[in-house]
């Protein structure tokens, strides 16, 4: 229902940009989570954004380095990450949820509930 792609190896300090598209929901009326788990960590959330009031929320780690977009026409959002450090090294996942109201800060949570989720794609950060 939700398939990551963009994932790759990049060296400290460098971008990368993640997309997520759908075959068989409509990602506009949808909220978009991202999330990652490195390695024997649990799943944390990066950032989160509504398509009823477009308000993207993000975690610390994310704060200032990673943004958020959509692309409705080609049914796309997209993770663009920024300085890239080797600690964002881990398999990436996104996760949508229809919304009849706009999702709340909590959609930061793996646990929220979201409908369906990616298989992940890695990103490793290296030199």
């Known amino acids: 229902q939700a398939v990551e792609s963009g994932g790759g190896v990049v060296q400290p300090g460098g971008s990368l940009t993640l997309s997520c598209t759908s075959s068989?929901?409509?990602?506009?009326?949808?909220?978009i989570g991202w999330f990652r788990q490195a390695p024997g960590k649990e799943r944390e959330g990066v950032l989160c954004?509504?398509?009823?009031?477009?308000?993207?929320y993000y975690t610390d780690s994310a704060k200032g380095r990673f943004t958020f977009s959509r692309d409705n026409a080609k049914n796309t959002v997209y993770l663009h990450m920024n300085n890239l450090q080797p600690g964002d090294t881990a398999v990436y996942y996104c996760a949508i949820e229809a919304e009849d109201w706009a999702v709340p800060e909590a959609c930061l949570s793996p646990d929220y509930g979201y409908d369906y989720w990616g298989q992940g794609t890695q990103v490793t950060v290296s030199s």
């Open positions: 068989r929901r409509s990602l506009d009326v949808y909220a």
């Open positions: 954004s509504s398509s009823v009031d477009m308000k993207t």
